[in-house]
T-cell receptor, first 111, second 113 residues
């Protein structure tokens, strides 16, 4: 049973479109994260949040933005999608435990 | 600073054989260590974690890992591979109170019948 939900699972979209990837968790975790996973499997942290109204950029430069208005919700937005944004996007969360719970991911293709 | 090295991007075993996936870490302070598994078209799932208690950690699906400080290693093992174990495996390290781990590049486990 999933405690962290990502929608959509798959998305094909045209260049220049604005998109929002949704991530919600039901565990009451204060910390949430977005990772980009390239075809070679490597994970890159692009955004994270340690609580409501708190967001930070990660290690990988990204043209996306995030918001954290509610504890359970951490959406990621691309204002203008480009083919270079084609990737798998993973959302994760944790509370006081150091281990992550991941969502199932969104596979984005920009054509 | 912390880092993780997973030796071997691909490991191939026969069904029923021992699984050994290698992970070495670097950390200037006592680390927390993790193994995650990723099945096709899924997110990562926590297999097991070391958080400074017992050095031999047992996880889900029959996997275990041993923390060896002298060797800075946290290798993942399973006595007998099953076809369903075929997946990507990631080692990760957190240190210095950071909630954000450093992930290894992953090892793809291939299980032959």
């Amino acid at each position: 049973e999933a405690d962290i939900y990502q929608t959509p699972r798959y998305l094909v979209i045209g260049t220049g479109k604005k998109i929002t990837l949704e991530c919600s968790q039901t565990m009451g975790h204060d910390k949430m994260y977005w990772y980009q996973q390239d075809p070679g499997m490597e994970l890159h942290l692009i955004h994270y949040s340690y609580g409501v109204n708190s967001t930070e950029k990660g290690d990988l430069s990204s043209e996306s933005t995030v918001s954290r208005i509610r504890t359970e919700h951490f959406p990621l937005t691309l204002e203008s999608a480009r083919p270079s944004h084609t990737s798998q996007y993973l959302c994760a969360s944790n509370g006081r435990d150091y281990g992550y719970t991941f969502g199932s991911g969104t596979r984005l293709t920009v054509v | 600073a912390q880092s993780v090295t997973q030796l071997g991007s691909h490991v191939s075993v026969s069904e029923g054989a021992l699984v050994l996936l290698r992970c070495n870490y670097s950390s200037s302070v006592p680390p927390y260590l993790f193994w995650y598994v990723q099945y096709p078209n899924q997110g990562l799932q926590l297999l097991l974690k070391y958080t400074s208690a017992a050095t031999l950690v047992k996880g889900i699906n029959g996997f275990e890992a041993e923390f060896k400080k002298s060797e800075t290693s946290f290798h993942l093992t399973k006595p007998s591979a099953h076809m369903s174990d075929a997946a990507e495996y990631f080692c990760a390290v957190s240190a210095g109170g950071s909630y954000i781990p450093t992930f290894g590049r992953g090892t793809s486990l291939i299980v032959h019948p």
